[in-house]
């Protein structure tokens, strides 16, 4: 298959959903009610007329009468034809048959096939199961179970066992000897089952290519099939939010009551989790990526949509009340026909399972648990510095193997896994050997004097440090306050600051939170009163990360009483070395020194430290935020523990354990989606866009994998993960409680996870205050 062409991707995607909706919101779902619990089950018309479109022939090559697009124009027909709960055949016929068809080689009958499918003159879906048998004289004998589509086709793409190995061969509907017998759905569509008893066949494929065709085109259903649970999950939470907006009870929109809004929450960045995973998956597929990698990312994607899918349907019908269980209302219809959709090709855990074989397979991938595998590494990644070089331009794999390798060989062992931050003095070595190689900023773009890495890159760069055990830095500069710089400070200011923080010669630290303000920062207290062209600053900050070691803080202090209070707000840079600047540093629960308060006493800030117009701090305060909450959101602070607790369980012997492989598979594929939605917002960045209220549904996620991920590493330490500090466990020493004592600020930070379910329910989902 080809790419879309490049300049149109985006646009001819939206005019195929588009043009779907148009043609399926003529009838509503009063066509779907009426074709539930009959047969063929669908309506040859929407078929025919889905032929005319050419949506049938999306996968087909253009040579067989079709579009020869890819996976991700197939999902822009999916998605909306799911939405409108439309059960024409379009996966099982037009992805999974038309894959298999257009796998193998070309000649006259596949060819022949492919463009009646196209036309939409014969629908013809794939039959598999190891029972199958092919004789010698080419007869299929066995049965196979719960074939989709199995009632409205009339040619079944059927792989058997022979002796000549795997064969691809064709039966039709009407061959002797072919006993088909509807499976009633719980969605009311049907599958079959297929009893084949000496059927005559006709051969197509044999040996490897007619398997490989088989598993390719088995890897697009059940993608898109993930495809269709979204779409469903989609449409139900939509209708669901709507309820909750105009259902009253004790005088008040349900949607007010902060306890739905919180579960409404959940369920949205369920979906959302899953918009990031399916669409790298499609990604992948698209890609050419080998078929254990395409695998790998199908039965991630079919996991997380059928666990959110199921989710989404039960709680949705909490949401609405009895009115929901009722036949007649259409929430009902979306909950049944993801209860079809989730056990298709395999529940969550089942392939969760499947993941983990595959997970396994050196020809997989490297994992994070083990060492790089040993790849030829150009020597640019082991120079000093400084470096002029796109590290865009090499392939994953050797990026990761270059960047694993520099930073295996630099870092210092004493450094390695400290279970805390590292301070300033302790990590200067190590920054200046980043400042002149030019890797203190992967995040930063190229113009500015950063590595400009993509998602992808940002992501390896992220799990070779925590596989390499690097200490996280003093590194709001580079993550935070950078970024807002480079988006609202003058060019004076982006001059005066960013070359110090790329020489890791200044070191921010955030003034924000306050004592009695707590997450709600429009209330602090801290004054800037204009005078001799400046401004004196008092009042305090607290929980002020590592300020005993910073050089400046970007601070917040509100210069105008009179207004709303979010209008009365500016942002401010202060020098520490300034007098009346007070530090007295806070001891935390793990013992470590990480928190500060910080006092002002008539502290002189000059009229040119001031960022954005007088009064505006709050704009610039959320843009940070939203840089913040990203990097509260990363992958990062899990990955580390993650380590840890692969390597835990080798040494005490439970890493093949059944009941520790189902639970590691659950939290290893929850960060895994993190990573993909994580990559998501890195992209909405790369490309300029300031992150929205939406990146809260990143730090929440982040923050509960890794209070899942790290009660879990005590669980797996039994008796030991109730001992402070480091504690020998076979060859491997670690800290268990480290982890779990650091997760808890990072749920705090940038504001509680419940304050931004807050966020979420008001200011994304539109849920009444």
Not at 732 to 743: E, K, Q, W
């Amino acid at each position: 298959m080809q790419a879309l062409p490049g300049d149109h991707d985006d646009e001819l995607l939206r005019m195929l959903r588009d043009s779907v909706t148009q043609c399926l919101s003529r009838t509503g779902l009063s066509r779907v009610r009426s074709l539930q619990g009959t047969l063929p089950g669908h309506d040859l018309a929407i078929w025919q007329e889905m032929a005319a479109q050419g949506w049938l022939g999306v996968l087909i090559p253009d040579t067989c009468g079709g579009q020869n697009l890819t996976l991700s124009a197939a999902q822009a027909v999916v998605e909306p034809l799911a939405s409108w709960l439309g059960p024409e055949p379009f996966v099982a016929c037009a992805v999974e048959a038309a894959s298999v068809l257009d796998a193998i080689p070309p000649g006259p009958q596949r060819d022949r096939l492919l463009s009646d499918i196209a036309e939409g003159r014969r629908i013809a879906v794939v039959a598999h199961d190891p029972s199958l048998h092919l004789s010698s004289s080419g007869q299929v004998s066995g049965q196979v179970a719960h074939v989709a589509a199995g009632c409205a086709a009339d040619l079944f793409v059927v792989l058997a066992q022979s002796d000549d190995g795997p064969c691809l061969c064709l039966v039709s509907k009407e061959a002797a000897g072919l006993d088909i017998q509807p499976e009633l759905r719980a969605d009311g569509t049907f599958s079959a089952l297929l009893r084949f008893d000496d059927v005559q066949a006709e051969k197509i494929c044999v040996g490897s290519a007619a398997e490989a065709a088989l598993r390719r085109g088995r890897a697009a259903a059940v993608l898109m099939t993930a495809a269709e649970l979204f779409a469903c999950m989609e449409s139900a939470l939509s209708m669901s939010l709507d309820y909750m907006k105009t259902r009253v009870q004790f005088d008040r929109p349900i949607g007010s009551f902060q306890a739905l809004q919180h579960r409404a929450v959940d369920l949205f960045i369920q979906k959302e989790l899953s918009r990031a995973v399916l669409d790298e998956a499609v990604g992948v597929f698209d890609s050419g990526a080998g078929a254990d990698v395409i695998d790998m990312e199908t039965s991630r994607a079919k996991a997380r949509c059928s666990h959110a899918a199921l989710l989404i349907a039960r709680e949705t019908i909490k949401l609405h009340g009895a009115i929901a269980v009722t036949d007649e209302y259409d929430l009902g219809l979306y909950v049944r026909r993801i209860l079809s959709l989730a056990a298709r090709f395999g529940n969550a855990a089942s392939r969760r399972a499947n993941y983990g074989i595959l997970l396994a397979r050196e020809s997989a991938g490297p994992r994070l648990e083990t060492e790089t595998d040993p790849v030829s590494v150009p020597s640019v990644f082991m120079a000093a510095g400084p470096i002029e070089q796109d590290w865009n331009a090499f392939d994953d794999v050797t990026f990761r193997a270059g960047v694993g390798q520099y930073f295996a060989a630099e870092y210092p062992a004493h450094l390695r896994n400290l279970g805390r931050r590292g301070t300033t003095p302790e990590m200067r070595e190590w920054l200046d050997k980043l400042v002149r190689k030019g890797w203190i900023a992967p995040n930063w773009p190229v113009a500015h004097g950063g590595m400009g890495l993509s998602p992808s890159k940002q992501i390896i760069f992220i799990e070779e440090r925590e596989r390499v055990g690097i200490a996280r830095n003093p590194d709001q500069g580079v993550v935070m306050f950078g970024p807002m710089l480079m988006q609202y400070g003058t060019e004076a200011q982006k001059a005066a600051y960013l070359p110090g923080i790329l020489r890791n010669e200044y070191i921010w630290c955030q003034g924000y939170s306050e004592p009695q303000a707590g997450s709600d920062l429009a209330s602090l207290r801290t004054e800037a009163v204009a005078d001799c062209g400046g401004y004196l600053i008092n009042g305090s900050k607290i929980w002020t990360t590592m300020a005993h070691h910073a050089t400046h803080m970007f601070l917040l202090a509100r210069t105008d009483k009179s207004v709303r209070k979010q209008n009365g707000i500016s942002f401010f840079i202060l020098d520490l070395t300034t007098p009346g600047v007070t530090i007295r540093p806070i001891r935390n629960i793990a013992g470590h020194e990480e928190f500060c308060e910080v006092f002002f006493d008539d502290v002189r800030v000059p009229q040119e430290n001031l960022v954005g117009p007088l009064n505006a701090g709050w704009t610039v305060a959320k843009t940070l935020l939203g840089y913040e909450r990203l990097n509260n959101g990363s992958p990062r602070r899990v990955q580390g523990p993650l380590k840890t607790l692969d390597a835990l369980a080798r040494a005490r012997g439970i890493a093949e354990d059944s009941a520790f492989r189902t639970a590691y598979l659950q939290i290893y594929l929850d960060i895994d989606d993190l990573k993909s939605n994580y990559a998501r917002f890195c992209d909405l960045i790369r490309r300029g866009e300031a992150p929205g209220p939406e990146l809260s549904q990143l730090k929440i996620w982040a923050g509960e994998c890794a209070q899942r991920l790290t009660e879990f590493l005590i669980e797996v330490a039994g008796e030991a993960g109730g001992l402070a500090g480091p504690q020998q466990f076979g060859d491997i020493t670690a800290d268990i409680l480290a982890p779990f004592y650091a997760m808890f600020p990072a749920q705090i930070a940038s504001g509680s996870n419940d304050i931004q379910r807050n966020i979420l329910a008001t200011r994304v989902l539109g849920l009444p205050k």
